[in-house]
């Protein structure tokens, strides 16, 4: 009888991993190859359940994100994606030395991801739209800057932040005083705790850009360079503030602007010519 009995219980425990590896695609991540997951629209918002995990969208396209490990033999977490066609993506994150695949296709309802729960956002605006609002911003400057953070001769400044409906858009200028060209490695937007209470993990949410415009990639010397990004509308709460992080590729100028929600409150209508 107790045999039976354990069984019995072995046979749910197995029955119930099935089902939550079922409902839960998983995507194997290395620390020396990078995993991609290309999605059906859009990407809008990525939250990480763990700093181990480096996700960035890639370079010229919406919809694919690239995956790292930022350690070795990290603990299984989670990853949480929102496409603009209102999809939650959900997928567990695994650490392998050899992933079985590197590249993650999370189109429809296959037996590797779980059924899609809709979100309806507000609004989106077009391409076209998100192009003549960028081009009012940089036509009709404000003529100051907001907050700005410098480290050797480069510097990263939020002029202005606007809003249009569902979306705001930020006015960044990069300005590079040395001789030396700013290659970027990253440019990201993420909300995170202000303080890191002890013993407790710092949860980071990516802010995803819908559009942006300027030139990011390279920052010649003796040069600056304005940019504009626009994301979905969100506020912040008053034990977090959301973070512009630029990060030089192969060199040691980084750069953090910390914004606070009360800066974000003052977003003024995008001026019209």
Do not use: W
Not at 62 to 76: G, P
Not at 188 to 197: A, E, H, L, S, W
Not at 239 to 265: F, P, V
């Amino acid at each position: 009888m107790l045999l039976k009995l354990k069984c019995l219980v072995t046979t749910v425990l197995l029955n119930t991993i099935l089902l939550y590896s079922f409902a839960q695609p998983l995507v194997e991540v290395s620390s020396n190859k990078t995993s991609t997951i290309v999605f059906p629209a859009s990407i809008t918002t990525v939250d990480r359940g763990s700093r181990d995990v480096l996700a960035q969208k890639a370079k010229g396209v919406d919809n694919v994100l690239h995956l790292k490990a930022a350690r070795v033999n990290f603990k299984e977490t989670n990853l949480t994606v929102i496409t603009t066609d209102g999809t939650l993506h959900v997928f567990m994150i695994r650490y392998s030395d050899k992933p079985g695949t590197l590249t993650v296709n999370a189109h429809g309802n296959t037996p590797s991801e779980s059924p899609a729960s809709p979100i309806q956002f507000v609004s989106e605006m077009t391409s076209s739209e998100l192009k003549s609002h960028v081009e009012n911003i940089l036509n009709n400057p404000s003529g100051h800057s907001m907050k700005g953070a410098s480290h050797f001769d480069m510097r990263l400044a939020l002029q202005d932040i606007y809003i249009e409906g569902n979306t705001l858009f930020f006015h960044l200028k990069l300005a590079n005083n040395s001789n030396i060209p700013f290659h970027t490695d990253v440019l990201r937007f993420y909300v995170k705790d202000k303080k890191k209470p002890k013993r407790t993990a710092t949860q980071e949410v990516s802010q995803m850009p819908i559009y942006h415009y300027g030139n990011a990639f390279v920052i010649n010397g003796k040069s600056t360079e304005e940019l504009v990004y626009a994301l979905p509308k969100f506020t912040i709460p008053d034990a977090k503030m959301l973070t512009i992080e630029l990060m030089e590729k192969n060199g040691g100028r980084h750069l953090h602007l910390k914004i606070k929600n009360k800066s974000l409150l003052k977003a003024q209508p995008i001026p019209v010519d």
